[in-house]
T-cell receptor, first 113, second 113 residues
Framework: NAGVTQTPKFQVLKTGQSMTLQCAQD?????MYWYRQDPGMGLRLIYY???????DKGEVPNGYNVSRLNKREFSLRLESAAPSQTSVYFC????????????FGPGTRLLVL | GQQLNQSPQSMFIQEGEDVSMNCTSS?????WLWYKQDPGEGPVLLIA?????ELTSNGRLTAQFGITRKDSFLNISASIPSDVGIYFC?????????????FGSGTQLTVLP
């Protein structure tokens, strides 16, 4: 069991470039999440997917899109990266609506120049 | 949106000392969670609290869900070097509402030998 995996671990982009962050979980969890973590601000929810086939906006969705490809995979796309999107991105999953324990991946560190 | 005030922002303590940190909110939460994040890793759940007034322990860690449902604290007794990391509180406002997980800004703990 790998838990929650994220790729890539590190990425440097130029302003305006696009990229997709990948997340996969092998725990058969229903819900998946994308957070960003900035210094001194904790984790803020970007998008989430309560179940396969559904996605919803979180607190800071602007500049991002997501795809719940199947039950295992949830990707985050930056169409036109901006320096303000420099951050550490975490993917998380949990079993279902009744379960509060979110399991986090190791994170993707993104620098936008 | 909802905000959690977590304090202190950072702590430097001697090995063997006890540690206390807390979170307060202007809103009521139905669940309080405490996470620890090691450098370069994603947050890992330490303790979950589901009921106002609840006091829960996990080894040297003890956490309480405040009676007003607007605050929680975490105590670590007899600190050891591996306690170093960032500790986050998180609150959930509605049962089963997976998107309503709000994080505090974190407490950076340093344990000096």
């Amino acid at each position: 069991n790998a838990g929650v995996t994220q790729t890539p671990k590190f990425q440097v982009l130029k302003t305006g470039q696009s990229m997709t962050l990948q997340c996969a979980q092998d725990m058969n969890h229903n819900s998946m999440y994308w957070y960003r973590q900035d210094p001194g601000m904790g984790l803020r929810l970007i998008y989430y997917s309560a179940s396969e086939g559904t996605t919803d906006k979180g607190e800071v969705p602007n500049g991002y899109n997501v795809s719940r490809l199947n039950k295992r995979e949830f990707s985050l796309r930056l169409e036109s990266a901006a320096p303000s999107q420099t951050s550490v991105y975490f993917c998380a999953s949990l079993v279902g609506w009744y379960e509060e324990t979110q399991y986090f991946g190791p994170g993707t560190r993104l620098l936008v120049l | 949106g909802q905000q959690l005030n977590q304090s202190p922002q950072s702590m430097f303590i001697q090995e063997g000392e006890d540690v206390s940190m807390n979170c307060t909110s202007s809103s009521i939460f139905n669940t309080w969670l405490w996470y620890k994040q090691d450098p370069g890793e994603g947050p890992v759940l330490l303790i979950a609290l589901y009921k106002a007034g609840e006091l829960t322990s996990n080894g040297r860690l003890t956490a309480q869900f405040g009676i007003t449902r607007k605050d929680s604290f975490l105590n670590i007794s007899a600190s050891i070097p591996s306690d170093v990391g960032i500790y986050f509180c998180a609150g959930q406002s509605a049962p089963g509402s997976a998107r309503q997980l709000t994080f505090g800004s974190g407490t950076q703990l340093t344990v000096l030998p």
